[in-house]
């Protein structure tokens, strides 16, 4: 009780710096989750840029372009003069000047694919990309239009009221949320940011005060035992890091009124995210007997978490890293992690298979963290045991 009690005083005593560092992780976290707050699928709208349109043809072929930058875009009308569009361009008024040069419609109706328009971006943009895929789209249409015996006036007509015509998505329902991502899944998503980052800086700087030489030797001669001395502290943090893991549920019940809890898999979000909290714990105590000062600590604990919030999933889906990160990746605990919050994010009804992937993730992650856990004592042990 005694070991109990003074890490606890410790954790009193460095109060103030430790909820300086939840505070930090928690608005980085919650920055970037706030970036995209109704996810993927659901935040996904076309961009508008502001473009030029000079036509100096005149024909069919530049009044279908001027309609149809004006439908997808915002039009900014500019002069024909090489200064003017250097300046529109300098200053960003503009992203985009589309130029239809004299002589262009004959060369579509000669069958030209090539340099038919031009345009200009300011230096280092990727508006161009954009633009230029969408009237290389257009024009791909007239070309196509005019091999089916069409003449230049009604392909463009065609063209144009091709180009209007919009599909119709309607995202399949197994989340049960109408195929949108949830705000509270996303949060989730980033959360081991939040815990890992916190935990290993929070019970890290718990751990190098043990550490001084001075309490180490009192510790080393104390009748209690060496393992009710890790009981005992392994209690006392696990209190600590269980504090900072329902401050965060509580958090977003807050933020996303109710959060999890209007869920039907509340119970695996809250397993997933004690889980993930218990591999911090682990890692936070390792951390904290491997670093000799704040400054080091502050290092490997940057390593650390964002090292496995990258290569597992967190900042980086699943579905874009390579097979061979994938490969590496199933081996740590934050890869385990995503692909859990990832199924609760995309069905509500998980099957059998999907099941056995959850509950397989949940036991890696405990396993993981009591390896990591072991390897800890062993380290404590020597340092106990050191002599002078």
Not at 89 to 112: H, M, T
Not at 369 to 382: D, F, K, P, Q
Request: hydrophobic letters at 45%.
């Amino acid at each position: 009780m005694t070991v109990f009690k003074g890490y606890l005083r410790i954790v009193r005593a460095n109060l103030g710096q430790l909820l300086m560092y939840v505070g930090i992780f928690l608005a980085i976290c919650v920055a970037i989750q706030r970036s995209n707050p109704d996810g993927v699928t659901g935040g996904f709208t076309q961009k508008k840029l502001n473009v030029a349109v000079i036509d100096r043809d005149g024909g069919s072929l530049g009044a279908l372009l001027e309609h149809y930058m004006e439908q997808e875009h915002d039009r900014i009308q500019i002069a024909d003069d090489p200064q003017v569009l250097q300046e529109e361009l300098y200053y960003r008024n503009v992203e985009y000047i589309l130029i239809i040069p004299k002589g262009a419609q004959e060369r579509v109706l000669a069958g030209e694919t090539d340099g038919v328009v031009q345009c200009v971006t300011a230096p280092g943009s990727t508006a161009g990309y954009y633009v230029d895929a969408q009237i290389g789209q257009l024009l791909g249409h007239v070309h196509l239009l005019l091999a089916g015996g069409f003449s230049i006036e009604e392909a463009c007509e065609q063209a144009d009221a091709l180009s209007q015509e919009k599909g119709t998505v309607n995202l399949v329902d197994l989340n049960g949320n109408g195929g949108v991502r949830t705000g509270y899944n996303f949060f989730y998503s980033y959360l081991p940011y939040a815990l890992f980052g916190s935990i290993i800086m929070t019970l890290g700087i718990v751990i190098m005060e043990f550490k001084k030489k001075e309490i180490r030797r009192r510790m080393q001669s104390s009748p209690v035992p060496f393992v009710r001395q890790n009981l005992a502290a392994t209690a006392a943090l696990l209190v600590v890091c269980t504090g900072i893991w329902i401050f965060y549920l509580l958090l977003q019940a807050v933020l996303y009124q109710g959060g999890i809890f209007r869920s039907g898999h509340a119970l695996i979000y809250m397993l997933n995210s004690f889980a993930c909290m218990l591999v911090a714990l682990s890692l936070g105590y390792f951390t904290g007997m491997i670093s000799q000062n704040a400054v080091a600590l502050n290092g490997i604990n940057n390593v650390l978490s964002l090292g496995l919030c990258f290569l597992g999933g967190v900042f980086v889906p699943l579905e874009m890293l390579g097979n061979g990160i994938v490969t590496i990746a199933q081996f740590l605990p934050t890869y385990w992690y995503s692909r859990i919050n990832g199924i609760l994010r995309d069905y509500g009804e998980p099957s059998s298979e999907l099941w056995r992937i959850i509950w397989t993730g949940l036991l890696i992650q405990l396993v993981f963290a009591l390896a990591c856990s072991g390897v800890t004592l062993m380290l404590r042990r020597e340092q106990l045991q050191e002599r002078g």
